[in-house]
């Protein structure tokens, strides 16, 4: 098992690229995290439609379920040799990378819905790929993984969502209401009680639920109009100050969630019209 997880493609791309440059590689990795789940949720609700939306947000769902599940399978220790630089120190296993995994799903799903060519999510993997590897908190092999773990559910995906999106749309949105606050007040409960939100990941994760469920909501009963793109940037003062000024990851989440979903579709309708948004089966 050891000969699978070696340094040395570490290494060799942190000498490709350089001594000293991790700030990049911090951005683009965020494509694989919360960010990029506000980012491919905004972007597939301005461009496509609600249905589209959920598809994604579905998505994000199977990534945390089967994180859970692999971190419970697999133990392997984070890189750590002196031929490599660890520009970031995490304490969760290695396999499978985390970021590649997310990016995997996130960007994958909308080639599956056929709304992307191949080649986006491609290249969003290969860079969020990279990026784990420079900063060398993972081994080629973790990144492989995932891709490979992202591909198989991707597969699954495709024809599960079909069947649950017909059913959710028969559901009254009263139903909807319900299991959505009620998962609300799930989590802020088990972060009041300490039970949840112990990692930077996790609370960054808390923090797409606690946004994007109320978000999700107002915009499905209040909004005829599909976002204008360029409100998206909106997210940006949030991602900056979560970054550069050390702002909660689960505040600055929520936050960007709640502006992509909602805020951003209310105010193009309040300038726009009323027109009706598209939304596919869902809606």
């Not at 970031?88 to 994958?108: D, K, M, R």
């Not at 946004?211 to 499905?220: D, I, K, M, Q, S």
């Amino acid at each position: 098992m050891n000969e699978l997880f070696q340094p040395e493609p570490i290494a060799l791309v942190q000498r490709f690229f350089g001594p000293g440059h991790p700030e990049w590689f911090w951005v683009i990795a965020e494509l694989g995290t919360a960010w990029g789940v506000v980012l491919a949720i905004g972007l597939a609700l301005a461009l496509w439609g609600r249905a589209d939306a959920y598809a994604v947000a579905g998505v994000v769902v199977v990534n945390a379920l089967a994180s859970l599940a692999l971190n419970q399978l697999f133990d392997v220790p984070r890189p750590n040799h002196p031929s490599i630089v660890r520009y970031e120190i995490i304490e969760i296993g290695s396999f499978p990378s985390g970021h590649v995994l997310l990016a995997t799903l996130l960007w994958g799903v909308l080639y599956i819905r056929r709304r992307v060519p191949l080649w986006i999510p491609a290249l969003v993997v290969l860079l969020v790929s990279l990026s784990r590897l420079y900063l060398g908190v993972h081994y080629l092999t973790d990144v492989v993984g995932a891709v490979l773990i992202g591909a198989l559910l991707l597969a699954a995906y495709g024809p599960l969502w079909r069947r649950l999106e017909g059913w959710l749309a028969k559901r009254p949105f009263r139903a909807l209401a319900a299991a959505g606050l009620l998962g609300v007040a799930v989590v802020l409960a088990g972060l009041a009680a300490g039970l949840l939100g112990s990692g930077e990941y996790e609370r960054e994760a808390l923090g797409v639920v606690l946004g994007g469920v109320p978000a999700f909501l107002l915009e499905r009963r209040f909004i005829h109009r599909a976002p204008h793109p360029a409100l998206l940037a909106g997210i940006v003062p949030l991602a900056l100050a979560h970054r550069l000024a050390g702002a909660e990851g689960l505040v600055m989440i929520a936050l960007a969630m709640f502006w992509s979903v909602f805020l951003a579709p209310w105010l193009t309708q309040r300038h726009r019209g009323t027109e009706k948004l598209s939304s596919g089966k869902v809606g």
